[in-house]
């Protein structure tokens, strides 16, 4: 299944990437299974993208890590706070 990831705040500065297509398991996948998936990558991976510190929205829409990811969406990983 392929889906647009954009990367913003801590996550852009820290793992050096601003966008990304890929190609992800097949089946139903959920926003914690995507980021757990993104972890196996390495160490950097694991620690910057960790439940607590990254925040995910699916379509430009906020979502929980429980939400499901179909086919061609777009997920944002960003920093929980952001300044304003």
Known sequence: MKIHLLYFGRPREAL??????VNVPDGAITLAQLLAWLRLRGEN???ELADN????????ELA???AAINENDEVALFSPISGG
Do not use: F, H
């Open 53 to 60: 510190r990254v925040r995910c929205a699916i379509n430009q």
């Open 16 to 21: 050096n990437i601003s966008g990304e297509t």
């Open 45 to 47: 991976w694991a620690k």
């Open 64 to 66: 929980e890590l429980s």
